[in-house]
């Protein structure tokens, strides 16, 4: 089982609709969380942190649900340029450092 | 301008050639890594370095050799390239291991 888990999707929608991504990580010892979003084979880059209370940038809402070890990206009022693949993060400390784990990705297409 | 530098974003090579992928940062981050990335596999750590003189392995090293020498530079050095590393290659670094992770913009590698 990977340590971190999402619907690879696609998800397609119109524009102006709302989408919801889900993940899940494996391992209670993760201590961030995160959403990236990657282009078309670019690079990644980060879209939000997730924390305990939720936080909402814009039209992007995140929630972090510990005891479910479950996080969530909520995107509203879709846009064309909200097409990407979106990256579940979790970041967990190791002995000698801290430690980046990426989920596989759920790809969006927002179509006209 | 902050960034993370690959070079070449594009390389075919040969098996048992031996080749050598950069990486520099001007962000004097402590943190870099190395990434691989594959269909449905999402972003697997090969390597990572803490800080100069400091590497270890990631989740997926065989077949892989780096070096930090001087903190804003960590290549990637393939001593015998097989056509199962032909994948996408992210470089990514970040202040301390615990801030948002910069990524280069990717080199996208095929071993025939």
């Known amino acids: 089982r990977k340590e971190v888990e999402q619907d690879p999707g696609p998800f397609n929608v119109p524009e102006g609709a709302t989408v919801a991504f889900n993940c899940t990580y494996s391992?209670?010892?993760?201590?961030?969380f995160f959403w990236y979003r990657q282009d078309c084979r670019k690079e990644p880059k980060l879209l939000m942190s997730v924390y305990s209370s939720g936080n909402e940038d814009g039209r992007f809402t995140a929630q972090l649900n510990r005891a479910s070890q479950y996080i969530s990206l909520l995107i509203r009022d879709s846009k064309l340029s909200d097409s990407a693949t979106y990256l579940c993060?979790?970041?967990?400390?190791?002995?000698?450092?801290?430690?980046?784990?990426f989920g596989a990705g759920t790809i969006l297409r927002v179509k006209s | 301008e902050a960034q993370v530098t690959q070079n070449p974003r594009y390389l075919i090579t040969v098996t048992g050639k031996k080749l050598t992928v950069t990486c520099s940062q001007n962000?004097?981050?402590?943190?870099m890594s190395w990434y691989r990335q594959d269909p449905g596999l999402g972003l697997r750590q090969i390597y990572y370095s803490m800080n100069v003189e400091v590497t270890d392995k990631g989740d997926v090293p065989e077949g892989y050799k780096v070096s930090r020498k001087e903190k804003r530079n960590f290549p990637l050095i393939l001593e015998s390239p097989s056509p199962n590393q032909t994948s996408l290659y992210f470089c990514?670094?970040?202040?301390?291991?615990?801030?948002?992770?910069?990524f280069g913009q990717g080199t996208r590698l095929t071993v025939v």
């Open positions: 962000m004097n981050h402590e943190y």
């Open positions: 391992n209670s010892a993760s201590q961030s």
């Open positions: 993060v979790v970041r967990r400390t190791m002995e000698y450092g801290n430690k980046l784990v």
């Open positions: 990514a670094s970040s202040l301390g291991g615990l801030g948002e992770a910069f």
